[in-house]
């Protein structure tokens, strides 16, 4: 089993800056692709960023510009660097985890992000 556990997540005002954090474990493996998630209320869940194990990006057009997506390989960690938040950042943030050769999507339980004044 994989398990991941994000971290980070809170209350910031606008204009602030929140860093988050998600840590793998369990039968990991080769990690091809960890990411972020989110889903705000009434909202289908949307991509935030990922990053692959070659250190490529993507990010949703949203937080280009405002975020940055970044991976330690040896701690099996991707952490998620978000400034001048917006409220209509505000969501639930879920971590995302693709293994090499895989087709199962692991997530974790998700940390709730909310940017207001």
């Known amino acids: 089993q994989v398990q991941l556990v994000e971290s980070g997540g809170g209350l910031v005002q606008p204009g602030g800056s929140l860093r988050l954090s998600c840590a793998a474990s369990?039968?990991?493996?080769?990690?091809?692709?960890m990411g972020w998630y989110r889903q705000a209320p009434g909202k289908e869940r949307e991509l935030v960023a990922v990053?692959?194990?070659?250190?490529?990006?993507n990010y949703a057009d949203s937080v280009k510009g405002r975020s940055t997506i970044s991976r330690d390989n040896a701690k099996n960690t991707v952490y998620l660097q978000m400034n001048s938040l917006k409220p209509e950042d505000t969501a639930v943030y879920y971590c995302?985890?693709?293994?090499?050769?895989?087709?199962?999507?692991?997530w974790g339980k998700g940390t709730q992000v909310t940017v207001s004044s």
């Open positions: 369990g039968s990991i493996g080769i990690i091809n692709r």
């Open positions: 990053i692959t194990k070659g250190g490529t990006t």
């Open positions: 995302n985890l693709l293994r090499n050769g895989d087709v199962i999507n692991y």
